[in-house]
């Protein structure tokens, strides 16, 4: 069980699902709450038992079939209503029969909001706190109290948003999270308020939504102001802007302000553990997200390349493999030879000087007809490859390619495509049919050389991106195709440049399934 002074407090499966476009199933909050536990944090709101008839199916079924080794389950819900006793609440006894150890209980903390949106007073409001409080610790269950609005609450009326703290931890509640819930506040006046509320001697928790940009700074903040208690969100989900994104938080905290929060095997897993929860999520991953995001240490080295190939954390904050990141070199028109040896050293190849010279013009060449090798780093293994042999090698050739394109009668799109190819001695013609065009070029290539290299079973196109460039010095426009493959094991991606967008196209999956086969262990004549 987590250490109990600081906790790291996680909402992706209730506040975090109300991102747009974001929908669990009870299984996806199982997968989810397993690989948050993975991670080592102490809570995991699982939603609002009760209210939400999905959610009380995920506590029962999170009974029987998850077996969290570091978290705590809480059931998020509300203070009776009022008027009524808490006993007799239909939504407060959802709450206990969540069976769950935790109850996070939402109360407003805001005047106007007890008068405008409860409809209520003031005085009952408190009533209301205290004595659901109670009941729930009464029966077993630990409370911690959202104080939504709270900041502010703080700010149109301070000493109402104080008392409900002091209410709330007189009843029994060991946590009062100060949520800033529409997210408009900044750093340096939150944690202003947060030590005011501190000073109740409650214990404070804060929740931040990232409508400034400022929920993961807002925080750390709250943090040094005196909370102990953060809650967050996986990737930063969250509706609007999102909630603070609970890995940038853990990270900063662990690494930068020496909290032991979570095991540093766990922290070092963080990088895989944000990508799975996205293969759940069906949210694509963003490259750009702090610690965890694909490019968080993908350097276009340029200036630098040659410094950072004597010292590389020079130039990075911390090592990326303590959260499971790797640093990665991109090659561009704007790097020079360093990046180039550096990015070849990646790949796991010594250069000359003279290979590394032959190979930065070829780069600079093919980056000024529109190849670009920062994605696509199958193909600048293949364009070093050939570099170092001196000549194209490759494990077919191409005679030609064939591809049309028909409407049917009954109005349906069916492609075609022929290719004839040259491999082992063989020739070979073979035909594919597809939704698309490069579909049906893919399925005749593979096809062809199948029985040949019976490993291209395996692969398998997994992304194409076709991007139109400018035509310059009145030249016509022309298209680049970035092919993402993968082979159950990993993914590579190859580019390909043409005037026509299916010869750009069959250049990035000539290449593709050409990396397909080095990687398969197939070398080339
Ligand atoms: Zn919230």
Redesign the pocket.
């Given at each position: 069980m987590a250490d109990d002074r600081f906790h790291v407090y996680d909402t992706t499966l209730r506040?975090g699902a109300q991102q747009e476009g974001l929908n669990l199933t009870v299984a996806d909050k199982i997968a989810v709450a397993r690989h948050l536990d993975g991670l080592g944090v102490g809570f995991i709101e699982g939603g609002w038992p009760g209210a939400n008839p999905k959610d009380t199916e995920f506590f029962r079924q999170a009974r029987t079939e998850l077996d969290l080794k570091h978290a705590q389950l809480a059931a998020f819900g509300a203070t009776r209503r009022a008027g009524v006793k808490a006993a007799d609440d239909p939504l407060v006894a959802a709450l206990r029969e969540s069976a769950a150890p935790v109850v996070t209980l939402v109360a407003k903390s805001h005047d106007r909001h007890v008068e405008l949106a409860l409809r209520t007073t003031l005085q009952e409001n408190l009533a209301m706190i205290r004595d659901t409080v109670s009941h729930l610790r009464a029966e077993g269950q630990r409370v911690f109290l959202d104080a939504e609005h709270f900041f502010d609450g703080y700010t149109s009326n301070p000493a109402y948003a104080l008392e409900v703290i002091r209410t709330a931890a007189e009843a029994g509640a060991d946590v009062i999270a100060l949520?800033d819930?529409n997210g408009g506040m900044l750093p340096d006046e939150l944690a202003e308020i947060v030590h005011d509320a501190v000073q109740t001697s409650a214990r404070v928790g804060i929740?931040c939504?990232d409508d400034t940009g400022c929920a993961v700074a807002n925080t750390l903040a709250a943090v040094k102001a005196g909370a102990t208690h953060v809650q967050g969100c996986a990737n930063g989900y969250g509706e609007r802007s999102g909630?603070a994104n609970l890995f940038t938080v853990v990270a900063n905290l662990q690494l930068k302000r020496g909290f032991d929060l979570v095991p540093r095997e766990a922290l070092a897993d963080m990088t895989r553990i944000a990508h799975a929860i996205t293969e759940v999520t069906n949210v694509t991953p963003n490259s750009h997200a702090p610690y965890v995001g694909m490019s968080a240490f993908a350097h276009k080295a340029g200036l630098h390349a040659s410094a950072i190939k004597v010292d590389p954390n020079l130039y990075q904050h911390i090592d990326p493999a303590a959260v499971g990141n790797d640093m990665r070199m991109l090659v561009s028109d704007m790097a020079g030879r360093a990046s180039v040896e550096l990015k070849g050293r990646e790949l796991g190849y010594e250069l000359t000087p003279d290979t590394t010279k032959t190979l930065v013009e070829r780069v600079k060449e093919l980056e000024s007809q529109g190849f670009t090798f920062e994605a696509a780093d199958a193909s600048f293994e293949l364009l070093l490859r050939d570099t170092l042999h001196g000549s194209r090698r490759r494990h077919f050739e191409v005679e030609s390619w064939r591809v049309i394109v028909e409407r049917t009668k009954g109005g349906e799109l069916v492609s075609e495509a022929t290719v004839k190819l040259h491999a082992k001695g063989e020739r070979i013609v073979a035909t594919g049919e597809g939704n698309g065009p490069v579909n049906a070029l893919d399925k005749a290539v593979r096809l062809g050389l199948e029985q040949l290299y019976p490993e291209l079973a395996k692969l398998e196109l997994v992304d194409y991106k076709v991007r139109i460039l400018e035509g310059t010095h009145g030249t016509d426009a022309i298209t680049r195709v970035l092919i993402t493959s993968s082979d159950e094991t990993s993914e590579w991606a190859t580019v390909g440049v043409a005037e026509n967008i299916i010869d750009a196209s069959w250049q990035a999956l000539e290449q593709a399934v050409t990396y397909g086969l080095l990687r398969a262990g197939r070398e080339a004549s």
């Open positions: 506040d949520c819930t929740h939504h909630n």
